[in-house]
């Protein structure tokens, strides 16, 4: 069998470094490159704890509707983080105006789901024990 991993997790949003920007002040993220689009907008690379994640702007709209892309409603669901410190984290989120989904651990679990202020709904959990 092949040998596969995560080689990144790509996310489109309307303002890349503002969306870099809440991973780097949350999760401790580390911006590795910012760069200019073709189209002119920007893009950002961060490390993530070993994970490399891709912010750019979205193509031009004739390019993100269907029929061209018939996968445009095809995307991330959540991201999942794991920590051994999901207050802190769920703590900065909020100051960064994440809002909390769900809290929904079981005993000996803290599994949170928050909505990053550009919609995207990340998990964290800590495992105690």
């Known amino acids: ?3 596969v991993w995560l080689e990144h997790i790509h996310i489109v949003t309307l303002d890349p470094m503002r969306l870099a920007t809440f991973y780097e002040k949350v999760f401790g993220a580390r911006i590795t490159r910012t760069g200019t689009l073709p189209n002119g907008g920007v893009s950002v690379s961060l490390d993530l704890g070993g994970t490399r994640i891709a912010i750019m702007v979205p193509d031009t709209p004739d390019k993100r509707t269907p029929p061209d892309n018939p996968h445009k409603h095809f995307g991330l669901e959540h991201l999942g983080i794991r920590t051994d410190d999901a207050e ?3 703590k900065r989120a909020i ?15 803290k599994l949170v789901y928050l909505m990053t202020p550009e919609n995207i709904m990340i998990e964290i959990t800590e495992v105690k024990g």
């Open 88 to 90: 802190l984290l769920i």
């Open 95 to 109: 100051a960064e105006r994440a809002t909390i989904m769900q809290n929904v651990g079981p005993p000996g679990v």
């Open 1 to 3: 069998m092949a040998k």
